[in-house]
């Protein structure tokens, strides 16, 4: 710890005002304040100031999307020695699905804090830690079976075109790890899409795929045949196929414990999104008879409670949807904002023939009515404090 | 009076080191020091100069836009030395003070019987009349002005702030001369906000003339912006007054005894006071005999004021006009090893992402750390939480730092001053300099809108 300190003091110089590596000052003083604290003291306003900041903010956030990440590794794995038949250990399915995601982790932080030290030393910012969380976000919300370099590039699209053009971490109108997935999307539909992709059914010499095998998520069967094979336990639970953080209900909520326990996310966002949801699922209970085909009907027909256990609802409202950055500022506007969040996305999910799922595009949707949202909240301010003068 | 207006949002910082309520005395300090920084909005004009002999409430400086507002020593003396800065700025002037202190003699009268001119007048002649706060703006009252209504609050919830309840014990006379001075400069009310809870003192309760209003709730209740906020908000064009109780003490004696007393009991109070107490102190005093031998080894962060609206001064620096304490903490200005990472169970935050909120009552120490670097806005909720205004504080911070006059006009930044939104700079998880931003705002609002 003294070593370090004595070395960072040492460079320090190198990377000051006149010195050799002047412009890299953003990169060294990244590395600095994330192995120190720095001693700034308040020279003006207030003497005493809280002890949190963004680092910790985001660190906070990370580690409640750990329980999904452990989770969705473990499924990666079991999902895989299940499609090829073989009865495998917690440890072997752990294993298997760690060594297939971390890699995505790794592509997504390179690629990502690639930009974002590039971006600061390029404008003489400092490093914003806003990346931690969204490279965490990325490879938890790709199927596994994504090749790494189109993660890469989504990555890259996402953080350029994203936020970076906006001006970085805090300016950005979508949130940057959805911009990564749409992207995706919509430059690789077969590789975010279909049947083939939430399971890697990569096998050796020797192994084979077992019969019957389909590797249809929840959603996609329920579009395609108006049931699914999975219950609504195992989906709570997280034995489904999926993008590789969403799946389990339970570990997203255990994440969702944390984020509002320590206050960093918005509860009123989640809550909302869950009573928007509920809105629009229990609606669509009351018409299924009208539905236009007897798999709509089916789709239509589960419990409303069901579409919030399925897909990447929970996850997309407890880890997207409550970016500060990008949804609602103000109080009253997070209602708004929530609710609408989760009722189009089961609006979207059922309605969209491409592709049965609906809480990505409904986020991006939301992302992009937020500010309006807070235009008429603060609006109505306005207009309470100028009645005060009239009356 | 009866209903307790209660105040939700907000927080209290239990802070170690409060104050005993107990006076010592300490050996007078010689050198007294009067610094134009202390008031918004005054560009000085000096009325001596080096060497000149002055008594206590004799003129030392004037501001140069109302030449009626004058800034007068609080001590007897010579004027040993005009400080300047950049562009030969006035920063301090040096009063060498006199063993026994002679004063000007403004003459005692009973302000009820005076009539509004003359009590205005004893108070702009005698130096008192900084005293006063005017809002919009936060700056020194307007005595062309004609006050919709004047607030004072006799409710402290800063932490570690001098105890309004005890330091107004004994000096009820004082309090209730002051009252009825301040009560001719307003065709409206004198509203007095007491604690909605616990002790109050007399002088408060016993008080004539004034309005009572309770409150209760954590830090900012005890701002008098909040209770003007809640009591009768201040609308465009309204011009209110505040003062604080130990000042209206201030100009009660300087019409019960004729002399401008610019005398408080301050409190001396923050973890590195050995023993937090009162002392009574004279506005400017140096602080070098006050700290001597009282505060630990640790390298200290002296305020004058409290911790969130006080002035740093060095060891050997002097007391604000208008501080009523002196707080120390320790500097903390020493790089803490992953200082994000570990859990933190001895650090202080409104969130609870470190572990310290699973002991709730604990004192904290906490020093002048800022705790991370300055970012860009991504946290939101935070401000609202501590903020209790019908007000968006980070939209309006936001339109200050844009410079969009209409828009600040538009989400009230008439109601407000600086420290309404201390709070709000200390929780920020982006650490933006919110107060200094706050009065970049009021000054341009000032110049622009008048």
């Given at each position: 710890?003294?070593?370090l ?37 308040a ?28 989770f ?17 250990s ?17 592509v ?10 590039a971006?600061?030393?390029m404008?003489g ?29 989504s ?21 940057v790890?959805?911009t990564a ?18 399971i ?5 010499s020797?192994?084979?795929l ?34 590789i ?62 579409q ?15 970016d ?12 708004i ?8 996305a ?7 023939p ?24 603060v ?13 | 009076?009866s ?38 909005g005054?560009?000085?004009?000096l ?7 002055v ?13 009626r ?105 004082a ?16 509203h007095?906000?007491i ?11 016993q ?12 830090h ?12 009768d ?35 001396l ?42 002035d740093q ?5 002097f ?29 202080w ?6 572990f310290?909120w ?17 970012r ?30 209409e ?18 700079e ?10 200094d ?8 609002a000032?110049?622009?809108?008048g």
């Amino acid at each position: 710890m003294k070593l370090l300190r004595n070395f960072l003091d040492t460079i320090k110089p190198n990377f000051e005002k006149g010195g050799k590596l002047e412009k890299f000052y953003p990169a060294y003083d990244a590395f600095e304040t994330f192995a120190f604290v720095p001693g700034h003291t308040a020279h003006s306003g207030a003497h005493i100031r809280d002890a949190i900041d963004l680092k910790r903010t985001m660190v906070t956030v990370i580690l409640a999307m750990v329980p999904a990440l452990l989770f969705g590794m473990w499924n990666v794995g079991a999902l895989h020695y299940k499609a090829i038949g073989v009865d495998a250990s917690l440890l072997d399915a752990f294993g298997y699905g760690a060594f297939k995601v971390i890699p995505l982790i790794a592509v997504s932080y390179i690629t990502g804090l690639g930009i974002e030290f590039a971006a600061a030393i390029m404008r003489g910012h400092q490093v914003n830690e806003g990346y931690l969380v969204t490279g965490m976000l990325i490879p938890l919300i790709m199927p596994v079976t994504m090749p790494l370099w189109m993660v890469a590039v989504s990555t890259a699209f996402a953080v350029i075109i994203g936020k970076e053009v906006f001006g970085g971490t805090g300016m950005n109108i979508l949130n940057v790890a959805l911009t990564a997935r749409a992207f995706a999307f919509f430059a690789y539909p077969k590789n975010m899409s279909g049947d083939k992709v939430w399971i890697d059914t990569t096998t050796k010499s020797g192994e084979s795929l077992v019969d019957g095998y389909s590797g249809a998520t929840a959603l996609g069967e329920m579009a395609g045949s108006g049931s699914t094979s999975f219950s609504a336990m195992d989906a709570f639970l997280g034995f489904i196929p999926g993008s590789i953080g969403e799946t389990s209900t339970l570990a997203i909520l255990i994440g969702a414990a944390i984020l509002i326990i320590s206050g960093i996310a918005s509860w009123k966002i989640m809550a909302s999104a869950i009573v928007g949801a509920a809105v629009m699922g229990g609606i669509f209970n009351i018409f299924a008879g009208y539905a236009i085909s007897p798999e709509q009907q089916g789709f239509m027909g589960i419990p409303f409670w069901h579409q919030m256990l399925y897909g990447g609802f929970a996850f997309g409202v407890v880890f997207m949807a409550t970016d500060p950055v990008s949804a609602a500022q103000t109080e009253r506007g997070k209602w708004i904002y929530g609710f609408l969040v989760g009722f189009f996305a089961i609006m979207i999910r059922i309605f969209n023939p491409a592709y049965p799922e609906g809480i990505m595009l409904a986020i991006l949707f939301m992302n992009v009515m937020a500010p309006l949202i807070d235009h008429y909240v603060v609006e109505g301010n306005i207009k309470r404090r100028l009645k005060r003068v009239n009356a | 009076m009866s209903d307790i207006i209660k105040i939700k949002k907000g927080t209290d910082i239990n802070l170690k080191g409060k104050a005993q309520r107990v006076t010592e005395s300490f050996e007078a300090p010689s050198l007294y020091a009067l610094k134009p920084s202390n008031f918004n909005g005054i560009r000085p004009k000096l009325a001596v100069k080096e060497g000149d002999e002055v008594k206590a409430g004799q003129p030392i400086y004037f501001s140069k836009d109302d030449e009626r507002i004058v800034f007068t020593s609080p001590v007897s003396g010579e004027v040993t030395e005009v400080e300047r800065g950049e562009k030969r700025k006035i920063l301090a002037i040096k009063i060498l003070a006199d063993k026994e202190i002679k004063y000007v003699d403004f003459k005692s009268a009973d302000p009820s019987k005076l009539s509004r001119e003359e009590v205005l007048e004893k108070l702009l002649t005698s130096g008192c009349w900084p005293l006063i706060v005017q809002r919009p703006y936060g700056i020194v009252a307007d005595p062309n002005a004609t006050p919709k209504s004047i607030f004072i609050s006799a409710y402290n919830t800063a932490p570690l702030a001098a105890d309004v309840q005890y330091v107004v014990a004994g000096e009820e006379a004082a309090f209730q001369t002051g009252i009825d001075a301040l009560a001719k400069l307003t065709a409206g009310k004198i509203h007095l906000s007491i604690p909605g809870k616990g002790d109050v003192a007399k002088a408060y309760t016993q008080a004539k003339g004034v309005v009572l209003h309770k409150f209760d709730g954590p830090h900012p209740a005890g701002n008098v912006g909040v209770q003007i906020h809640h009591i009768d908000p201040i609308n465009k064009g309204d011009i209110v007054w505040t003062i604080a109780p130990q000042d209206v003490i201030i100009i009660g004696k300087l019409f019960a005894e004729g002399k401008f007393i610019a005398k408080r009991k301050v409190a001396l109070a923050g973890s590195e006071v050995k023993a937090p107490k009162y002392y009574e102190i004279t506005i400017g005093a140096q602080l070098t005999n006050l700290l001597k031998e009282k505060l630990t080894p640790v390298k200290p962060r002296i305020i004058s004021g409290n911790v969130y609206t006080g002035d740093q001064v060095a060891a050997d620096g002097f007391m604000s006009f208008l501080s009523k304490e002196i707080c120390v903490i320790p500097e903390g200005d020493e790089p803490e090893f992953l200082g994000w990472i570990l859990p933190g169970f001895g650090k202080w935050s409104l969130s609870r992402a470190y572990f310290s909120w699973l002991s709730p009552k604990k004192e904290y120490v906490i020093n002048a750390n800022m705790h991370g670097e300055e970012r860009a806005y991504v946290v939101t909720g935070e401000y609202d939480s501590v903020f209790p205004f019908d007000i968006y504080p980070q939209q309006l911070i936001k339109s200050i730092m844009m410079g969009d006059i209409e828009k600040m006009e538009q989400l009230g930044i008439y109601e407000v001053i600086e420290e309404d939104f201390a709070l709000c700079e200390v929780v920020c998880t982006s650490k933006i300099a919110v107060q200094d931003t706050v009065r970049k705002g009021l000054e341009l609002a000032h110049k622009e809108l008048g």
